[in-house]
């Protein structure tokens, strides 16, 4: 009796355990990368333009339905005054609101899976109040990403984010 007894909670557990994980086991599509960052150039002087390009995939298995994307730089550059302009902002975006040196977007929705939507920033460096020559300016971004998907008639949702941080594609300087 105690052999099968022993059977029967060794079976439980193992049930219990097997349930568990495969309810903790995140979907196929977490490994995938599903925000990108780049930009077009590192290094850029006075007059010059820099364009950065932010990428949301969407690699769920239902609709992105609702996407928000922002992007800012770091310091020194988020602290100092006439050192960069944003003098643009565009792709797959139903609006850009720029305020400051800050950038807000909201992609155009809904995001198919495996679709991808690209929202881009435009950033003229100006010329130096008083020119240095030889000295440089580190630059940094600190883009985020939120959006939310499978959306059910009950108005629930699940969604996911990134950032803020500071991407390697994204940092480089300002060379005077």
């Not at 992105?64 to 792709?91: H, K, M, Q, R």
């Not at 850009?96 to 992609?107: D, I, K, N, R």
């Not at 985020?144 to 949702?157: A, I, N, V």
Request: hydrophobic letters at 35%; glycine letters at 8%.
């Amino acid at each position: 009796m105690v052999t099968l007894r022993m059977k029967k909670i060794t079976t439980t557990i193992a049930l219990l355990l097997g349930v568990g994980s495969a309810m903790m086991t995140s979907p196929a599509s977490a490994a995938e990368r599903w925000d990108t960052y780049s930009a077009d150039r590192s290094t850029i002087g006075p007059g010059e333009t820099l364009t950065i390009t932010m990428t949301l995939t969407n690699t769920e298995t239902t609709d992105i339905s609702f996407a928000y994307e922002y992007v800012d730089p770091l310091w020194p550059l988020n602290t100092t005054t006439g050192v960069i302009a944003i003098t643009g902002c565009g792709g797959d975006i139903v609006d850009c609101t720029v305020s400051g040196l800050t950038a807000t977007y909201h992609p155009r929705v809904p995001i198919s899976p495996g679709d991808s939507r690209s929202v881009t920033l435009t950033v003229l460096v100006l010329p130096p109040a008083s020119p240095t020559p030889g000295s440089t300016m580190v630059t940094g971004w600190n883009p985020y990403m939120y959006y939310e998907y499978d959306r059910s008639p009950s108005g629930s949702f699940l969604f996911r984010h990134a950032g803020p941080f500071n991407p390697a594609a994204l940092q480089g300087r300002i060379l005077y």
